[in-house]
């Protein structure tokens, strides 16, 4: 069965940076898109970064824009660089995979995505 392994969390102070990293195992194809969720506790979930592999394109939360940057290893796995750490930033950082097809905002909305990791704790003190 598949499944998404993410590593890579930790603590950090803010301004300081750190990799994420998504491993899929047991697909039969490659996805889609690729991606990267986040929940901070008391809030919901929310979009941070996707990659679509097709069409070579990213795209980014505005929260994140020009702080953070995906890039995937072909055809399933899938990398998160994050420079400039905020407090704010402080989550549970999920990988995420659509099988099939996305376009637009569907590619920022979780309910598209078909695959979940169990998350990485991604903690930025003040």
């Known amino acids: 069965q598949v499944s998404l392994a993410e590593s890579g969390g930790g603590l950090v102070q803010a301004g300081g940076s750190l990799t994420l990293s998504c491993a899929a195992s047991?697909?039969?194809?490659?996805?889609?898109?690729m991606g990267w969720f986040r929940q901070a506790p008391g809030k919901e979930r929310e979009f941070v970064a996707t990659?679509?592999?097709?069409?070579?394109?990213t795209y980014y939360a505005d929260a994140i824009k020009g702080r953070f940057t995906i890039s995937g290893d072909n055809p399933n796995a899938v990398h998160l660089r994050m420079n400039s750490l905020k407090p704010e930033d402080t989550a549970v950082y999920y990988c995420?995979?659509?099988?099939?097809?996305?376009?637009?905002?569907?590619?920022?909305?979780?309910?598209?995505?078909?695959?979940w990791g169990q998350g990485t704790q991604v903690t930025v003190s003040s």
């Open positions: 990659i679509l592999w097709s069409e070579g394109k």
């Open positions: 995420a995979a659509i099988d099939y097809y996305c376009s637009g905002s569907g590619c920022y909305d979780e309910i598209e995505y078909d695959y």
């Open positions: 047991g697909l039969t194809s490659k996805p889609w898109a």
